[in-house]
């Protein structure tokens, strides 16, 4: 019986020691978070829909100026990927991983996954469509019809240099979206006001990289995280009429 | 004396080496012109590149306007297709999956004859809808054949013949509205899988 308590006290210790250094390490976490804003006159597609309308490549708050679907993620400071964390969420909340065919769009027109993670894709429209992806990486590389009511799921790989892997459907030419693929936690997706928070990123010198794939925008700059820190940044694509 | 034989045996010696020399002049000469008529001939009938890609270019407007087109093609599948159900309803699966590789190999035929449909909305890639109903829809005919399922059959060839109305909606002929077959277009097969004759 004696035992048995001492068995339990060493349980209870190692338990409360395990949750200290998790609050430990967490603590000693910084985080990035900011606002990307689009201006100038936003960019058409070049193919119309069944009625003939050109569509908005961009969604861009008419308040603030914020741009969604833009994705944000970190690089070591010279460019290469930060060590692979397989399986580390970071503070992503445990979402359904979802690219739903809606209105005759793919909606989120940007998503952000880990390696490894399946992406369920759904149509919730009343007519067919198919999905299409065009990628480096072969395995990330797929065609499936998605009728009415249809479900498929993948597991997309990385791409190199975390390009993204491009969507499509053939049967409405206009419906395009983007698909990136990190090995680490530390990336995000600007919400419809253009935010964007990565929080839980170890403390040192990295290269912010900024992509909106739909206008072919890179852009990057160098950021130090400090533990218990934010890094507060504004971000502003400024571009002409275009179109993709 | 001696002097006058000498002359009468070289004499003939001499002559003969003249008349070779000459005749050697003659072969040479003759044999020169001729090879240089040749070549000057063979300069003048050497291939224009600009007249053989006009001859190539027509040949093969000749040769395209000798090939069927893609509603011919379409009407192979459509015959292949139609047969492909009574063959499933009657489980009959090995004529089935003959049905099914003629209905694939057909639409893939249709396509490379017109590979991107120019529609109002833009170009439309018939071998991306193509390569999504053979990935997905057409793939489930053939599981469902080889697990010899006439349920599965049933519904995924439903569900192809409104994969097929898609790309005739997209290729803007949505009057072409394919539904079930009411009868085989194979008027000359037997599609009884129990049939015993001809043996």
């Known amino acids: 019986m004696k035992l048995l308590f001492r068995r339990m006290d060493f349980l209870v210790l190692f338990a409360l020691f395990s949750v200290l250094a998790g609050i430990e390490e967490s603590v000693k976490a910084g985080s990035i978070e900011g606002t990307v804003t689009f201006i100038g006159e936003i960019p058409k597609s070049t193919a119309t829909d069944d009625a003939g309308r050109r569509h908005d490549l961009l969604e861009v708050d008419s308040k603030t100026q914020g741009l969604r679907y833009v994705a944000v993620y970190v690089t070591q400071a010279d460019g290469s990927a930060v060590p692979s964390q397989p399986g580390v969420r970071g503070a992503r909340p445990p979402e359904k991983l979802l690219m739903n065919q809606v209105d005759y769009a793919f909606t989120p027109r940007v998503l952000a996954v880990q390696e490894g993670e399946a992406i369920t894709f759904t ?122 | 004396m001696e002097n006058s034989l000498l002359k009468r045996a070289v004499r003939p010696a001499l002559w003969t080496i003249l008349c070779v020399a000459l005749a050697a002049l003659f072969l040479t000469k003759g044999f020169r012109s001729h090879a240089q008529g040749q070549a000057a001939a063979g300069a003048a009938s050497a291939p224009n590149p600009t007249n053989e890609i006009a001859a190539l270019k027509a040949e093969i407007e000749l040769l395209k306007g000798r090939l069927p087109d893609q509603s011919h093609a379409m009407k192979d599948v459509g015959y292949h297709f139609a047969n492909l159900w009574f063959a499933g309803q009657t489980q009959n699966w090995p004529l089935a999956k003959f049905y099914l590789d003629e209905t694939r190999s057909h639409l893939k035929w249709a396509v490379r004859i017109i590979p991107v449909r120019k529609t109002k909305t833009g170009d439309l890639e018939l071998k991306g809808i193509l390569d999504a109903v053979d990935n997905t829809l057409l793939s489930e005919i053939q599981k469902a054949i080889d697990a010899r399922d006439i349920a599965r059959f049933t519904n995924s060839y439903r569900l192809t013949i409104e994969g097929c109305y898609s790309c005739h909606k997209a290729s803007e002929k949505p009057f072409i509205r394919v539904q079930i077959p009411i009868q085989p277009e194979a008027h000359n097969i037997n599609f009884d899988p129990n049939a015993k004759w001809p043996e």
């Open chain 1, 123 to 244: 149509n919730s429209d009343p007519a067919n469509h198919n999905v299409r992806t065009t990628a480096s990486n072969k395995t990330n590389e797929f065609n499936v019809f998605t009728g009415v009511d249809g479900k498929y799921e993948h597991k997309f790989r990385i791409e190199p240099r975390y390009h993204p892997v491009r969507l499509g459907c053939d049967i409405h030419p206009w419906m395009r979206a983007w698909i990136f693929v990190f090995d680490h936690p530390w990336f995000a997706v600007t919400d419809e006001t253009g935010r964007f928070s990565i929080s839980d990123v170890t403390p040192g010198e990295f290269r912010l990289h900024v992509v909106q794939p739909d206008i072919a925008h890179r852009e990057q700059r160098t950021v130090r995280v400090v533990a218990n820190e934010t890094v507060k940044l504004e971000i502003a694509i400024r571009r002409g009429a275009t179109k993709h």
